[in-house]
T-cell receptor, first 108, second 122 residues
Framework: DIQMTQSPSSLSASVGDRVTITCRAS??????LNWYQQKPGKAPKLLIY???SLQSGVPSRFSGSGSGTDYTLTISSLQPEDFATYYC??????????FGQGTKVEIK | EVQLLESGGGLVQPGGSLRLSCTAS????????MSWVRQAPGKGLEWVSD??????????ADSVKGRFTISRDTSKNMLFLQMNSLSAEDTAVYYC?????FGVGQRGMDVWGQGTTVTVSS
């Protein structure tokens, strides 16, 4: 099974900061990588698919990049509504999808 | 409006069974693969099961294989998760999600329900 490891597990940042979250797969996943945002008590929301494609309706301050085993989610200028937990997910291997353990973005 | 609405969660004793439902609206349900994802209290997301658009193919996480079954009724726009032999480790919020193909094999879960809570306890 493919394992997904996110770093950091949590971070503190201020409004306006540039934030970067990384996700490493245990083997190459050929950009079959999605990013989700989850706020407390709410369902996850798809932000980025195929490593770098912005889901419809998602603000352009969110971007994704990467290839092979290493991927990055960047928030160019953190906004108050962006404080949440972020998860990466691989869709490369079957039978299942694997999520990273999550990165909690908190207010500094 | 594209929407998923789960129901059927509750408190169940260890070894018991529960059937979750997910009602879809606002999109062509029969053409969409669907998934169940769960989240234990204070923990991350765990994929549970998938079913293809017309129900011919199902997949399960090792943690639930042999205990859970997934099915769908396209005439009613409903997805189901039958959970048997439940244990405390199955306590979680269970989400249904739509799987969308974005092209060249790329897939993502682009629509989620609000979740239904399953608690396994005596």
């Amino acid at each position: 099974d493919i394992q997904m490891t996110q770093s950091p597990s949590s971070l503190s940042a201020s409004v306006g900061d540039r934030v970067t979250i990384t996700c490493r797969a245990s083997q190459s996943i050929n950009t079959f990588l999605n990013w989700y945002q989850q706020k407390p008590g709410k369902a996850p929301k798809l932000l980025i698919y195929a490593a770098s494609s912005l889901q419809s309706g998602v603000p352009s301050r969110f971007s994704g990049s990467g290839s092979g085993t290493d991927y990055t989610l960047t928030i160019s200028s953190l906004q108050p509504e962006d404080f949440a937990t972020y998860y990466c997910q691989q869709s490369y291997s079957t039978p299942g999808w694997t999520f990273g353990q999550g990165t909690k973005v908190e207010i500094k | 409006e594209v929407q998923l609405l789960e129901s059927g969660g509750g408190l169940v004793q260890p070894g018991g069974s529960l059937r979750l439902s997910c009602t879809a609206s606002g999109f062509t349900f029969s053409g969409s693969a669907m998934s169940w994802v769960r989240q234990a209290p204070g923990k991350g997301l765990e994929w549970v099961s998938d079913i293809s658009g017309f129900g011919g193919s199902t997949k399960f996480a090792d943690s639930v294989k042999g205990r859970f079954t997934i099915s769908r009724d396209t005439s009613k726009n409903m997805l189901f998760l039958q959970m048997n032999s439940l244990s405390a480790e199955d306590t979680a919020v269970y989400y249904c999600a739509r799987i969308t193909v974005f092209g060249v094999g790329q897939r993502g879960m682009d629509v989620w329900g609000q979740g239904t809570t399953v608690t396994v306890s005596s």
